[in-house]
């Protein structure tokens, strides 16, 4: 079984700095993708980046990216110039391939990210 | 484009009621459903999913059942509610189209946070 593992449970950076979210995780298949959820206080589960691990170059989305580390199995978020907006609880979450199935997200416990003035 | 419904928004209820929370999705066909919950404090855990009408895959033993009448509706339900059920619940689709760009992406709803009393 998977596991996805956020060792940071809070975060604080400063409007306009840079912070960066870890996530490591554990599988032995060689295929799958890798995603960054976000949370915000209204409680919507929000599409951040996604990463699929057969590509080597590094997701980005304006001004979030990763960096995905395969053989170290890790997969960090990169968030600049953060905003006020950003505030939110960021899950790192794993999915195997869809072979047909239903696509299973396991996430990590999350990292509740505070930005501040 | 497709959209995801998921009802009531909050719900209180008391210690062996019954339970049934309604997910739709709409813009798509054949969608893959899934019930997810997540505990004060901790990550997502999948509950259910549906591949198809009338298919539901169980993840974890517990006191609720899903149900999928049709083929963009799922129902999250409990004949007698514990303590233990309160949670927020988020429903989610994915294409059921296999593999492709988009095809691995799960979009939550707005989620239903249920009290147990």
């Known amino acids: 079984a998977q596991t996805v593992t956020q060792s940071q449970p809070e975060m604080s950076v400063q409007e306009a700095e840079t912070v960066t979210l870890s996530c490591t995780y554990d599988?032995?298949?060689?295929?799958?993708?890798l995603f960054w959820y976000k949370q915000p206080p209204s409680r919507q589960m929000i599409l951040v980046i996604r990463q699929e691990a057969y590509k080597q170059q590094n997701a980005t989305e304006n001004r979030f990216s990763v960096n995905f580390q395969k053989a170290a199995k890790s997969f960090s978020l990169k968030i600049s110039d953060s905003q006020l907006g950003d505030t939110a609880m960021y899950f790192c979450a794993f999915m195997k391939p869809n072979t047909g199935t239903a696509s299973k997200l396991t996430f990590g416990t999350g990292t509740r990210l505070q930005v501040t003035l | 484009s497709q959209t995801i419904h998921q009802w009531p928004a909050t719900l209180v209820q008391p210690v062996g009621s019954p339970l049934s929370l309604e997910c739709t999705v709409e813009g798509t066909s054949n969608p893959n459903l899934y019930w997810y919950r997540q505990a004060a404090g901790r990550g997502l855990q999948l509950l259910f999913y549906?591949?198809?009408?009338?298919?539901i895959s169980s993840e974890v033993p517990q006191n609720l059942s899903a149900s999928r009448p049709q083929d963009r509706q799922f129902i999250l339900s409990s004949k007698k509610l514990l303590l233990s059920d309160s949670g927020f619940y988020l429903c989610?689709?994915?294409?059921?189209?296999?593999?492709?760009?988009?095809?691995?992406?799960?979009?939550f709803g707005a989620g239903s946070r249920l009290t147990v009393l």
């Open positions: 549906s591949v198809g009408i009338g298919q």
């Open positions: 599988t032995s298949e060689n295929n799958y993708y």
């Open positions: 989610a689709w994915s294409s059921g189209q296999g593999l492709s760009s988009g095809a691995n992406v799960l979009t």
